[in-house]
Each structure stands twice: as structure tokens, then as C-alpha cells.
């Protein structure tokens, strides 16, 4: 397990669609595991293997960080809501409703297209955003 994975505490998942054409499978890899110098994604299909340049492997680094400061904010988190104004007043939706319970997608470009990638982040414990 690198560092960042420790730090985590969890399994940070990402998956895209398979870029060939007839295929219907779903590439998924760890986030943590993208430090490794030989990392490849591969297709469970078709088994496509993706190597991820520089510029990618460093957005997505950098969303592990990210996810690991947002875990080392849970105890904040927990305490904080989005307000939304309506008609009539406002709805409170506590912030941490919103990270566990909505999907996570990044934008990013990989062999010239815009791919979405989902993140599925594992919780460290029964009792997270509680």
C-alpha cells in the first residue's frame, strides 16, 4: 500500500468506459495505486491497458489529496450544511449528506477526449459523516 493509501484509511475507486468502440467495459483502478512508476489501468473486457501521462497521474494525485483532506475534516464536515434558498425560507442539507451520498465525477481529458471518471470512496469506518 503507498503512503497515500495509508493516509486514506480506505479504497479510493475511479472508473471510466472503455474507449473501444464495441467494448462495454468499465476500466476501474485504486487512486493510491497511480504512484507506482509501472501503473496501467486495464479493461476487464477487452483488456485494453491505459498508461496515464504525466499531467493525468498528477490530477489525480492530487484528488487523493484531496480526498484525504477532506477526511482529516470530518469532525468540521460534520457539523456544517449547505443552505439552499427556496421560496419560503431555506433547506439545510448537511454537508456531509452531500459526500456520501451523491456521485463524485471528475472531468479530465485522456487521449485527446474529456472522460469522466467516477469516484467511489470507501468509508473508514461504519460511523463516518455521522
Same mark, same amino acid.
Given at each position: !500500500? %503507498?503512503?497515500?493509501?495509508?493516509?486514506? @484509511?480506505?479504497?479510493?475507486?475511479?472508473?471510466?468506459?472503455?474507449?473501444?468502440?464495441?467494448?462495454?467495459?468499465? #476500466?476501474?483502478?485504486?487512486?493510491?495505486?497511480?504512484?507506482?512508476?509501472?501503473?496501467?489501468?486495464?479493461?476487464?473486457?477487452?483488456?485494453?491497458?491505459?498508461?496515464?501521462?504525466?499531467?493525468?497521474?498528477?490530477?489525480?494525485?492530487? !484528488?487523493?489529496?484531496?480526498?484525504?483532506?477532506?477526511?482529516?475534516?470530518?469532525?468540521?464536515? @460534520?457539523?456544517?450544511?449547505?443552505? #439552499?434558498? #427556496?421560496? @419560503?425560507?431555506?433547506?439545510?442539507?448537511?454537508?456531509?449528506?452531500?459526500?456520501?451520498?451523491?456521485?463524485?465525477?471528475?472531468?479530465?481529458?485522456?487521449?485527446?477526449?474529456?472522460?469522466?471518471?467516477?469516484?467511489?470512496?470507501?468509508?473508514?469506518?461504519?460511523? %463516518?459523516?455521522?
Amino acid at each position: !500500500m %503507498t503512503n497515500a493509501a495509508a493516509e486514506l @484509511g480506505a479504497r479510493a475507486q475511479i472508473d471510466f468506459k472503455c474507449f473501444v468502440d464495441d467494448c462495454s467495459g468499465v #476500466v476501474k483502478f485504486n487512486l493510491a495505486d497511480i504512484g507506482s512508476r509501472d501503473f496501467q489501468a486495464v479493461c476487464p473486457v477487452c483488456h485494453r491497458a491505459y498508461a496515464l501521462e504525466t499531467g493525468l497521474r498528477d490530477k489525480l494525485r492530487r !484528488m487523493l489529496e484531496l480526498i484525504n483532506a477532506l477526511r482529516c475534516s470530518e469532525d468540521i464536515l @460534520g457539523d456544517s450544511v449547505v443552505s #439552499v434558498n #427556496v421560496a @419560503g425560507g431555506e433547506v439545510r442539507i448537511p454537508y456531509a449528506l452531500l459526500l456520501t451520498r451523491l456521485n463524485t465525477l471528475i472531468t479530465l481529458e485522456l487521449d485527446g477526449k474529456k472522460v469522466d471518471f467516477h469516484l467511489w470512496v470507501e468509508p473508514t469506518s461504519p460511523d %463516518t459523516f455521522r
